[in-house]
């Protein structure tokens, strides 16, 4: 069964050398945002970009698994 109260947001990011100083210890960090979204919100997106079956559909091909 899917978890159906998922996070909804997330903070990830990676660290990179800051190319503006000299200094070799010094790092930024890369924030990346990352929303996590539920079965039934990915499944709306889907059908707004031309999916060939309904929101209901893959809903319920998603319950299947």
């Known amino acids: 069964m899917a978890i159906t109260d998922p996070k909804k947001r997330s903070i990830t990011g990676k660290l990179v050398s800051n190319m503006l100083t000299e200094?070799?210890?010094?790092?930024?960090?890369?924030?990346?945002?990352?929303?996590?979204?539920?079965?039934?919100?990915?499944?709306?997106?889907?059908?707004?970009?031309?999916?060939?079956?309904?929101?209901?559909e893959l809903e319920s091909a998603s319950d299947e698994i």
């Open 23 to 56: 200094r070799e210890d010094d790092f930024t960090y890369k924030v990346t945002y990352v929303a996590n979204r539920t079965v039934k919100d990915l499944c709306a997106l889907a059908v707004q970009r031309g999916s060939k079956f309904t929101a209901s």
